[in-house]
T-cell receptor, first 112, second 114 residues
């Protein structure tokens, strides 16, 4: 089975633009997590879903950030409008019954 | 709430030397503990996990960790470092009570010197 698939791997955009990051979790996993990694703040949990339902979004930094999971095989993280301080690597991870996390390769976002 | 503290943001060892990466946890109930490794430009991958069975846990690539309740520690060790072990290592904790995600430490960067 393929692992967690994220796209795009790299995104360079200008401040104010909308950014959409995509994630396909491992088939059969019922939990999906979005993390952000920066040098300054390390690995931060932004939001996670259980059976497509958002459980905790307290880590979402601002209203500019939103995440959806319309079905069990797809999730998006959207930033609108983007700002330079949003530059980071965004990871998606999935698990079965909140067990071992399987991470994607990450999406490196640069906002100019 | 659970938390982990990784002592030392950067550890440097010589090739062939012992690797010791420290992790202390805080949890009001018996925890489940994990070590993940992140190679450059990659996602995190599981090294090993403690889930209340044997206190000495063996993982991939020759790593192992020992759960010590009295010391609230879960240090990661490897007898002999290889150049390929250079990476970022993360300790994480959960209590497996359903909707409780892993809580990660800040990470420790391991450098291996030839």
């Amino acid at each position: 089975d393929a692992g967690v698939i994220q796209s795009p791997r790299h995104e360079v955009t200008e401040m104010g633009q909308e950014v959409t990051l995509r994630c396909k979790p491992i088939s059969g996993h019922d939990y999906l997590f979005w993390y952000r990694q920066t040098m300054m703040r390390g690995l931060e949990l932004l939001i996670y879903f259980n059976n497509n339902v958002p459980i905790d979004d307290s880590g979402m930094p601002e209203d500019r950030f939103s995440a959806k999971m319309p079905n069990a095989s797809f999730s998006t993280l959207k930033i609108q409008p983007s700002e330079p301080r949003d530059s980071a690597v965004y990871f998606c991870a999935s698990s079965f019954y909140n067990g071992e996390l399987f991470f994607g390769e990450g999406s490196r976002l640069t906002v100019l | 709430a659970q938390s982990v503290t990784q002592l030392g943001s950067h550890v440097s060892v010589s090739e062939g030397a012992l690797v010791l990466l420290r992790c202390n946890y805080s949890s009001s109930v018996p925890p489940y503990l994990f070590w993940y490794v992140q190679y450059p430009n990659q996602g995190l991958q599981l090294l090993l996990k403690y889930t209340s069975a044997a206190t000495l846990v063996k993982g991939i690539n020759g790593f192992e960790a020992e759960f010590k309740k009295s010391e609230t520690s879960f240090h990661l060790t490897k007898p002999s470092a290889h150049m390929s072990d250079a990476a970022e290592y993360f300790c994480a904790v959960t209590i497996y009570s359903g909707n409780t995600p892993l809580v990660f430490g800040k990470g420790t960067r391991l450098s291996v010197i030839a």
